[in-house]
């Protein structure tokens, strides 16, 4: 068999979908079933404009937020904390006993430690002086 490596820079979907579908047939080989179900909350004005918004998904035990965005000016009013809760409590009626986040620290460290989060580990001079923080809690 003659094999080859190839080095790409471009981000081919095609090329991206075939590895991640090989790995998830691996996965689903070898771990427990579970279903990726997903989770959308949103904060919108009387034209549906989104202002604010969750994203993310329950995966077994665990709620993994990926997204949680305030606009500038509606930050400090209490909108991202009831995004999460609402989320959180969404997770739980799905029998979620875990949550998930990650977050720079020019994001929202603080927020998600206010709201019960703990510190699991980071990446230090991410992507060069930055930092990236990864958070979990158990839901009660």
């Known amino acids: 068999m003659d094999m080859k490596i190839r080095i790409t820079d471009d981000g081919d979907k095609r090329d991206i979908n075939e590895i991640h579908e090989m790995l998830k047939e691996y996965n689903l080989s070898n771990r427990e079933a579970s279903k990726?179900?997903?989770?959308?909350?949103?904060?919108?004005?009387?034209?549906?404009?989104?202002?604010?918004?969750?994203?993310?998904?329950?995966?077994?035990?665990?709620?993994?937020?990926?997204?949680?965005?305030?606009?500038?000016q509606l930050r400090k009013m209490g909108i991202g904390s009831d995004l999460l809760a609402a989320a959180e409590k969404e997770a739980k009626q799905r029998g979620c006993k875990y949550a998930f986040v990650d977050t720079f620290s020019f994001q929202a460290p603080e927020f998600y430690k206010k709201h019960g989060y703990k510190e699991v580990f980071s990446l230090n001079e991410y992507p060069y002086t930055g930092k990236r923080h990864y958070y979990t809690k158990e839901l009660e």
Do not use: Q
């Open 36 to 72: 990726n179900v997903p989770i959308g909350i949103f904060y919108e004005d009387e034209n549906n404009k989104k202002l604010a918004g969750l994203t993310g998904e329950t995966f077994g035990n665990w709620l993994c937020i990926h997204y949680l965005f305030v606009a500038e």
